[in-house]
């Protein structure tokens, strides 16, 4: 069942989208070689909790192990989504994806970025570049009277068109008083199928998308999801709203991108 929400419930997952924006760009000013990905999660979750939330993800149930052990997920490279924090340093030339989520005042917060360690090989940035963009192509297509069908479309034409890889087994989700909520938002598609889009629909929108191959694996460790041919994935997320007809994004990139000029 699809919960549509008010303007106040959507308002209260505002609250709790940007604590995940602000303890994402808190990752951007710390993320350099030589850190490691525990110590990020380390920061995040004191983050959240200094911010009277709880990190969503930590201790979340894994249907194939043992629940989530972090308190934010870290993905390294070849690592397409759920990489567990660990004690490896980053090193120049790395890309981590980071996902964070927040309870807040009985809502959930979902966003996810990838931050480029030090100096990345172009074909690299292009691949994060073409990410992030088709995450805007699927947000404009997020109008009332469309379906979730022209989401997908819009996020998979364009990644495609550049000549990567598209991720069908894991996609966007409705979010509100839980992380996971229906409908379900694959980043492929058709135009004109799938459920309608109305207004007080709230979902995250999530395009995960590889240089190579978009078959994946998992690791031993029963969460780490990996390219099969170990080519680096790109993972960005927004929560948004339907308000008004059109997409009302509630997480923000502003201030990771202020932070990411600012290293340049
Ligand atoms: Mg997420
Ligand atoms: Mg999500």
């Known amino acids: 069942m699809i919960f549509l929400k008010t303007q106040d419930e959507i308002e209260l997952l505002r609250q709790a989208n940007l604590l995940v924006s602000a303890t994402l760009a808190e990752i951007a000013k710390t993320i350099q070689p030589g850190v490691t990905t525990r110590q990020l999660d380390t920061l995040a979750e004191t983050f959240i909790r200094d911010h009277g939330a709880e990190p969503t993800f930590k ?4 249907p194939y192990g043992s629940p989530f052990p972090a308190s934010i997920c870290t993905s390294v490279n070849h690592v397409v989504v759920h990489g567990i924090p660990d004690d490896e340093p980053l090193r120049d030339g790395d890309i981590v994806s980071v996902d964070c989520g927040t309870h807040l005042n009985g809502f959930c917060g979902d966003s996810c970025y990838t931050f480029c360690v030090g100096e990345v090989k172009p074909e690299v940035r292009e691949l994060l570049r073409t990410t992030k963009e088709s995450l805007y192509k699927g947000i404009e297509a997020a109008i009332t009277g469309h379906r979730l069908g022209d989401i997908g479309h819009a996020v998979q034409t364009h990644c495609e068109n550049a000549g990567y890889g598209v991720v069908r087994e894991f996609v966007g989700h409705g979010i509100g008083r839980d992380m996971h909520e229906e ?12 459920k ?7 979902i995250a929108i999530e395009p995960m998308i590889t240089l190579g191959t978009h078959e994946l694996a998992m690791l031993p460790d029963r969460w780490g999801v990996v390219t099969r041919d170990h080519q680096p994935a790109a993972h960005f997320e927004h929560t948004i709203a339907i308000h008004h007809g059109k997409a009302d994004i509630l997480s ?13």
Do not use: A, D, H, M
């Open 59 to 62: 201790g979340f149930p894994n």
């Open 183 to 194: 409908p379900q938002v694959p980043n492929y598609g058709r135009q004109g199928t799938g």
């Open 196 to 202: 309608t889009i109305k207004n007080g629909l709230c």
């Open 252 to 264: 923000s990139f502003k201030e990771i991108e202020e932070i990411e000029r600012q290293k340049q």
